[in-house]
Structure formats: C-alpha cells, structure tokens
C-alpha cells in the first residue's frame, strides 16, 4: 500500500464515521514514504480506574483487566472492563463501568456494572471477556467473549448496549472452538479498512486450541458476517503458550500496521510489538516484524485531538492507567 492510498482511506473513514479514537489515525506527520516507528510511553501515568465496589459480588481476589475505552454521543468517555475472580458464579467475570468529562481526566467516575452473562444467549456463566467498542455512523458496536466466543451488542447512544442475536438466538457471531477442542477464543478487536469493494472490518483476536496461543484475524463487511479465520502471529520470542497472544490490538501508522501482542500481566508485565505492512501477517514462528518491546499488559490506544494516548493496567492488577504514546522514526541503519 502507498502512502497516498494509506492517507486516503483514513481521511474516507474519518469523513464517514467509521473511525473510532482507538482505531485509526491520519498519516500526518509522515514522510511521503512508509516510515518505519517504534511505540514510545511518555509519561508520567495517570490512574483512571480502580478496583471497583461490586456489592455482593465482590471479592478480595477481584481483577479489572482486559478493557474498552470510547466517547459516546454525548461526548462523555466511557471504559467497560472485565472483572475476573468476582463471586458472580461461573467463570466469574462481569462487565463495570466507569465514564469521564475529559479523556485525561484522573479516577473516572464508577458507575456500576455494565453487562453480566446470560444463558439464554448462549454465554458460559461469569464468562465475558474483553469488550471492545468501535462506532459505524450513528451506531456502536461492541465485540466481546462469551467464553466460547465471540459476540456482538449494539447500542445507539455508546452507553446502553443490547446484544445482536442471530436466528438461533444466540450473541455469538463466530469462534474458534470445535466440540471436543475448546479453545477459549477472545480479546477480539476490530480495525476498519478500506478495500477496491468498500470497507472491510478486520478483527483481531486469541484463542489456544490445544493449548497453543495465536493471534487469529477474520474479516467482515457488516460486523455480523464474518469470513474464514487465519492465524496471523503465533511464536517467536513471545512463545506460542496458551497466553501468548493475550490481548491483541492493531493500529495503522505512517503506512504500516502495528500490532500489539500481551504475554505477561502483573509487575513483570509484557507487551511485544510487530510491525508489517500487510495487516493480515505479523510472523508465523519467527520474529521478522518484532519492533518493540513494552513494559504493560492488555493496551490499548485512543487517538485523539492529535495525540496517541497508551491505556493498560496497573502493574497491580488493582485498576486501569493511562499515559501519552509516542511514535519514534528509526535511523536508516536499523530500519527494514
């Protein structure tokens, strides 16, 4: 792809809509050339959210992790994340939310849980996972785990969500999951792209049948109709273990795509960086497109007003920060 196509296709789905803060940004800046970056944090971090009162469900062991921040259509900031190790039942995960006047705003205000699982639509007890919201128009969309899956809600206003169900009512809209090989399949994410027959949505996800973690993508045209699945990053030096391929998320910068891949939460987290210019190939088994290397779990980015902002967890495992990203050109001599 040229930079002039590259610029095209971010300005066409600025001016229509498609483009969420945390999927896409312009190339200004860039060179005229793809121009080969490498992710920096700037700090200092900030603390947005905390380990939240759940009631009844709480529990001493609870965990905010894998999260969705998004502004909604009344300009408030809104964060979803999974709470793991609850007292909900089942696999113990449930869905909180906090909202914000600023983006930067420190200690967003909590406002209660967001989403539980339902049976009734096929989700596994206490077995969501990993929102991510991304806006079509005057639509949100919101791809999450239901635990075998994944699945879609919509909402018309970025704060209330209702979940899409297809003719069997079920939420789910595709996994990776066989009968006698599950494979938990989750953390999916969702890039728009523009194509020769109009956007496609590429969506980013993990799973690890048999116990082997890769980064699978899937290509959709509605968000509802998804195409065959493909691996598109799996070993190398993050591994190829069940939680290799933790949290993946995809954004276009300067020509290329770079992918952020979680191997570690916790004090010791890690996060790897590959950088390619065909967003359907990270390396299969090697390191070929491996870029950086960050000090965080589960990130993601929000652009916005010009800036890259870098969201992820406190090393704590007790909340969510947020600090400015950076993009630095490499010197010639280290470049592809």
Same mark, same amino acid.
């Given at each position: 792809?040229?930079?002039?196509?590259?610029?095209?296709?971010?300005?066409?789905?600025?001016?229509?809509?498609?483009?969420?803060?945390?999927?896409?940004?312009?190339?200004?800046?860039?060179?005229?050339?793809?121009?080969? &970056?490498? +992710?920096?944090?700037?700090?200092? /971090?900030?603390?947005?959210?905390?380990?939240?009162?759940?009631?009844?469900?709480?529990?001493?062991?609870?965990?905010?992790?894998?999260?969705?921040? /998004?502004?909604?259509?009344?300009?408030?900031?809104? &964060? /979803?994340?999974?709470?793991?190790?609850?007292?909900?039942?089942?696999?113990?995960?449930?869905?909180?939310?906090?909202?914000?006047?600023?983006?930067?705003?420190?200690?967003?205000?909590?406002?209660?849980?967001?989403?539980?699982?339902?049976?009734?639509?096929?989700?596994? +007890?206490?077995?969501?996972?990993?929102?991510?919201?991304?806006?079509?128009?005057?639509?949100?969309?919101? &791809?999450?785990?239901?635990?075998?899956?994944?699945?879609?809600?919509?909402?018309?206003?970025?704060?209330?969500?209702?979940?899409?169900?297809?003719?069997?009512?079920?939420?789910? $809209?595709?996994?990776?999951?066989?009968?006698?090989?599950?494979?938990? !399949?989750?953390?999916?994410? $969702?890039?728009?792209?523009?194509?020769?027959?109009?956007?496609?949505?590429?969506?980013?996800?993990?799973?690890?049948?048999?116990?082997?973690?890769?980064?699978?993508?899937?290509?959709?045209?509605?968000?509802?109709?998804?195409?065959?699945?493909?691996? $598109?990053?799996?070993?190398?030096?993050?591994?190829?273990?069940?939680?290799?391929?933790?949290?993946?998320?995809?954004?276009?910068?300067?020509?290329?795509?770079?992918?952020?891949?979680?191997?570690?939460?916790? @004090?010791?987290?890690?996060?790897?960086?590959?950088?390619? !210019?065909?967003?359907?190939?990270?390396?299969?088994?090697?390191?070929?497109?491996?870029?950086?290397?960050?000090?965080?779990?589960?990130?993601?980015?929000?652009?916005?007003?010009?800036?890259?902002?870098?969201?992820?967890?406190?090393?704590? &495992?007790?909340?969510?920060?947020?600090?400015?990203?950076?993009?630095?050109?490499?010197?010639?001599? @280290?470049?592809?």
């Amino acid at each position: 792809m040229t930079l002039s196509r590259f610029a095209r296709h971010v300005v066409l789905l600025v001016v229509a809509g498609l483009a969420g803060p945390s999927l896409f940004d312009s190339a200004r800046g860039c060179a005229g050339e793809i121009e080969p &970056l490498v +992710p920096q944090i700037e700090g200092p /971090w900030w603390k947005i959210a905390g380990n939240p009162d759940l009631g009844e469900q709480s529990d001493p062991k609870q965990q905010p992790v894998d999260f969705a921040i /998004w502004q909604a259509n009344d300009g408030t900031w809104q &964060l /979803w994340s999974c709470i793991r190790h609850t007292r909900c039942g089942g696999r113990t995960r449930l869905f909180y939310r906090w909202e914000a006047k600023e983006l930067t705003d420190s200690n967003w205000r909590p406002c209660g849980v967001a989403m539980t699982a339902d049976e009734r639509f096929g989700e596994a +007890p206490g077995g969501l996972q990993a929102p991510h919201v991304i806006r079509t128009g005057d639509t949100w969309q919101m &791809l999450y785990g239901n635990w075998h899956g994944i699945a879609l809600a919509r909402s018309s206003d970025g704060k209330q969500f209702h979940r899409v169900l297809d003719n069997a009512g079920t939420s789910q $809209v595709f996994t990776e999951d066989r009968p006698d090989v599950p494979a938990n !399949t989750r953390d999916a994410m $969702v890039l728009p792209i523009e194509s020769a027959d109009g956007v496609k949505y590429y969506c980013y996800y993990t799973a690890h049948p048999n116990k082997r973690g890769a980064v699978y993508l899937r290509v959709s045209k509605d968000l509802k109709h998804w195409g065959e699945s493909k691996i $598109v990053a799996r070993g190398g030096r993050a591994g190829d273990g069940p939680y290799a391929a933790e949290c993946p998320h995809v954004v276009a910068r300067c020509g290329a795509y770079y992918l952020f891949r979680t191997q570690r939460y916790g @004090k010791n987290a890690q996060t790897l960086v590959y950088r390619s !210019t065909d967003p359907t190939d990270f390396g299969i088994d090697d390191d070929r497109y491996l870029a950086a290397e960050l000090p965080v779990a589960a990130p993601e980015i929000i652009h916005f007003n010009g800036t890259d902002y870098l969201a992820a967890l406190l090393p704590t &495992l007790d909340g969510i920060q947020m600090a400015k990203l950076r993009w630095e050109k490499l010197p010639p001599t @280290k470049r592809d």
